[in-house]
């Protein structure tokens, strides 16, 4: 089915996670941590540790981080982490001992603390935590220049499941536009380092939309990744986001709608050419090869209820509250939150974050499952929330299918059609709520 309405702009908002960060307030009064935890389940958290240090920022990136960091800090920031950690662990208490499913770190880049700094870091999650890293899936972010012999062995020592790596271009020219400098002989030696150190899945990370790429210039970035044989690709649009070096270079008299065409282009050629050889879609932006090992029933997802993030960067989530430290992009800005951070010895509240009620959690889980190629069963939506999709969001749904971006043919699965996943980051604002949206048209970007 082909459209004939005007169709929105396809790039709007990355819906990774819903409430969006930016819809985040301080909680008044400040909630115990003992009180936001108390009747939630343990039998499957994930863990989530963030690490808000970089060696460079590229160009594209609104992420909580700061560039370097001074004789230290870094174990001043573990110091505060162990003593957050400790907190947490306390509130949750012994009479149903934490289990966690999943577990990752992430940041920043977890892997710009040196070796000694990763054994300690896996320390807090398994001796603080009571995570067992080596029995769950465990997944971990890279960059190329970080990517170093001592530190993928500790890793892997430690049962590291998955290495996600930062490549984004393997043309030098195209990095050096997204203001990350690296070369391609740089990038292939980490590659090779993550391959002899035998973690079991490996993950590049590839953008498309920067500036000077071709369609030529973006296929040789995916045969290049492809030689690798990478268990998972993930293709990201570029965004000039507030803040960020791209959004303070963006050219004004460039079209938007040709920058749109262009980058849906690229994405359909890099779809196409993953399928081709032997991917499959899970989402607008994720592949992954169809032998791939499994991680396990949930794999690294870390974004679900019952997750634990501790660290200045992070987010944790109940089934009725979101919270998380205060969040930044401007490195001032952000200096001083993790100078705050490494300082506190009280964690036991939590400051800044969002109460999410019946129809926030319903939307959430829509947005979660509708934006994944396989989409969702009526039938568990209705078991979890007592109506169907359509009971309460009849016209978005509609919409979706006027649209020709809702699969049809099978009324007991919600699915979008492959033009619908192309426009995953148009779709999920449109399930916003209403109080969300203003929230996030409110937050002042600093």
Same mark, same amino acid.
């Given at each position: 089915m082909t459209s004939t309405l005007t169709l929105p702009r396809p790039y709007q908002n990355y819906v990774y996670a819903y409430p969006h960060k930016t819809a985040y307030r301080p909680l008044e009064p400040r909630p115990a941590l003992t009180d936001l935890w108390a009747g939630e389940s343990r039998r499957a958290l994930s863990l989530y540790l963030h690490i808000p240090?970089?060696?460079?920022?590229?160009?594209?990136?609104?992420?909580?981080?700061?560039?370097?960091?001074?004789?230290?800090?870094?174990?001043?920031?573990?110091?505060?982490?162990?003593?957050?950690?400790?907190?947490?662990?306390?509130?949750?208490?012994?009479?149903?001992?934490?289990?966690?499913?999943?577990?990752?770190?992430?940041?920043?880049?977890?892997?710009?603390?040196?070796?000694?700094?990763?054994?300690?870091?896996?320390?807090?999650?398994?001796?603080?935590?009571?995570?067992?890293?080596?029995?769950?899936?465990?997944?971990?972010?890279?960059?190329?220049?970080?990517?170093?012999?001592?530190?993928?062995?500790?890793?892997?020592?430690?049962?590291?499941?998955?290495?996600?790596?930062?490549?984004?271009?393997?043309?030098?020219?195209?990095?050096?536009?997204?203001?990350?400098p690296q070369r391609r002989a740089d990038v292939d030696a980490a590659l090779g380092r993550i391959r002899d150190a035998a973690i079991p899945n490996l993950n590049i990370d590839l953008i498309y939309g920067i500036d000077g790429q071709t369609p030529a210039s973006w296929r040789y970035s995916l045969d290049a990744a492809l030689t690798w044989r990478p268990e998972e690709i993930y293709l990201y649009p570029l965004y000039m986001r507030p803040l960020t070096g791209l959004d303070r270079n963006a050219d004004p008299a460039a079209s938007e709608r040709d920058w749109d065409s262009h980058r849906l282009d690229l994405y359909a050629r890099g779809r196409d050419h993953l399928l081709a050889h032997g991917y499959t879609q899970v989402s607008m932006r994720m592949f992954r090869r169809l032998d791939a090992p499994p991680q396990g029933a949930d794999d690294y997802a870390c974004q679900t209820d019952g997750m634990i993030g501790l660290g200045c960067g992070a987010r944790s989530y109940t089934s009725s509250t979101h919270y998380s430290f205060d969040y930044a992009v401007a490195a001032r800005e952000v200096r001083g939150i993790i100078d705050a951070y490494t300082a506190t010895t009280d964690f036991t509240r939590a400051l800044n974050g969002r109460r999410i009620?019946?129809?926030?959690?319903?939307?959430?889980?829509?947005?979660?499952? @509708? +934006?994944? *190629?396989? /989409?969702?069963?009526?039938?568990?939506?209705? $078991? %979890?929330?007592?109506? &169907?999709?359509?009971?309460?969001?009849?016209?978005?749904?509609? @919409? +979706?299918? *006027?649209? /020709?971006?809702?699969?049809?043919?099978?009324? $007991? %699965?919600?699915?979008? &059609?492959a033009e619908g996943l192309a426009y995953s980051d148009a779709i999920g604002p449109e399930f916003f709520s209403p109080a969300v949206r203003a929230a996030m048209a409110a937050y002042e970007h600093r």
């Amino acid at each position: 089915m082909t459209s004939t309405l005007t169709l929105p702009r396809p790039y709007q908002n990355y819906v990774y996670a819903y409430p969006h960060k930016t819809a985040y307030r301080p909680l008044e009064p400040r909630p115990a941590l003992t009180d936001l935890w108390a009747g939630e389940s343990r039998r499957a958290l994930s863990l989530y540790l963030h690490i808000p240090f970089c060696e460079v920022r590229c160009g594209f990136c609104n992420l909580f981080t700061r560039v370097g960091a001074p004789d230290g800090l870094t174990t001043r920031y573990l110091d505060a982490l162990t003593r957050q950690a400790e907190t947490m662990r306390a509130a949750l208490g012994d009479a149903e001992p934490p289990h966690f499913a999943t577990a990752a770190f992430g940041g920043g880049t977890p892997t710009f603390l040196e070796a000694d700094e990763l054994t300690r870091l896996c320390d807090i999650a398994e001796d603080v935590m009571g995570a067992d890293l080596r029995a769950i899936p465990l997944s971990v972010e890279a960059s190329p220049a970080t990517a170093t012999a001592d530190r993928l062995a500790v890793l892997a020592a430690r049962g590291v499941t998955r290495l996600s790596l930062g490549v984004q271009s393997f043309v030098d020219s195209e990095a050096r536009a997204a203001v990350r400098p690296q070369r391609r002989a740089d990038v292939d030696a980490a590659l090779g380092r993550i391959r002899d150190a035998a973690i079991p899945n490996l993950n590049i990370d590839l953008i498309y939309g920067i500036d000077g790429q071709t369609p030529a210039s973006w296929r040789y970035s995916l045969d290049a990744a492809l030689t690798w044989r990478p268990e998972e690709i993930y293709l990201y649009p570029l965004y000039m986001r507030p803040l960020t070096g791209l959004d303070r270079n963006a050219d004004p008299a460039a079209s938007e709608r040709d920058w749109d065409s262009h980058r849906l282009d690229l994405y359909a050629r890099g779809r196409d050419h993953l399928l081709a050889h032997g991917y499959t879609q899970v989402s607008m932006r994720m592949f992954r090869r169809l032998d791939a090992p499994p991680q396990g029933a949930d794999d690294y997802a870390c974004q679900t209820d019952g997750m634990i993030g501790l660290g200045c960067g992070a987010r944790s989530y109940t089934s009725s509250t979101h919270y998380s430290f205060d969040y930044a992009v401007a490195a001032r800005e952000v200096r001083g939150i993790i100078d705050a951070y490494t300082a506190t010895t009280d964690f036991t509240r939590a400051l800044n974050g969002r109460r999410i009620d019946g129809d926030e959690a319903e939307r959430r889980y829509l947005l979660q499952s @509708l +934006l994944q *190629a396989e /989409g969702f069963t009526v039938a568990d939506y209705t $078991a %979890r929330f007592g109506r &169907t999709p359509h009971d309460g969001f009849a016209a978005e749904l509609d @919409l +979706l299918t *006027a649209r /020709g971006w809702l699969a049809d043919g099978d009324s $007991a %699965r919600l699915r979008l &059609t492959a033009e619908g996943l192309a426009y995953s980051d148009a779709i999920g604002p449109e399930f916003f709520s209403p109080a969300v949206r203003a929230a996030m048209a409110a937050y002042e970007h600093r």
